[in-house]
């Protein structure tokens, strides 16, 4: 059974900093691209961060460069998003997704509220 779990959300203060962590079982996940996206209330679910396969190369939408950064352990399966400096914009459902062809596998989610 595949399964991604995402923990770590929470609520935090303007300038804070949150760890994202994203367990993934059930599938070969060194093979798969892992990505972070997320969805704000009333608001359609944005990229936010990948990791390529095939290099290794981060990718980041422009919204978040600087400030997130994601990073993979294909020892343990685990895909993380370290979030610094957050801002109220980044309030949202982070998802965990992975990806390999047509496979396409997600997460739960988990929720980040950014405020004071």
């Known amino acids: 059974q595949v399964k991604l779990v995402e923990s770590g959300g929470g609520l935090v203060q303007p300038g804070g900093s949150l760890r994202l962590s994203c367990e993934g079982s059930g599938f070969h996940f060194s093979r798969f691209t892992m990505r972070w996206f997320r969805q704000a209330p009333g608001k359609e679910r944005t990229l936010v961060a990948s990791m390529l396969l095939i290099n290794g190369r981060r990718e980041y939408s422009g919204s978040v460069k600087g400030r997130f950064t994601i990073s993979r352990d294909n020892v343990n399966n685990m895909l993380y998003l370290q979030m610094n400096n957050l801002n109220v914009e980044d309030t949202a459902v982070y998802y965990c997704?992975?990806?390999?062809?047509?496979?396409?596998?997600w997460g739960q989610g988990t929720q980040v509220t950014v405020s004071s």
């Open positions: 997704n992975a990806v390999y062809g047509s496979l396409s596998y």
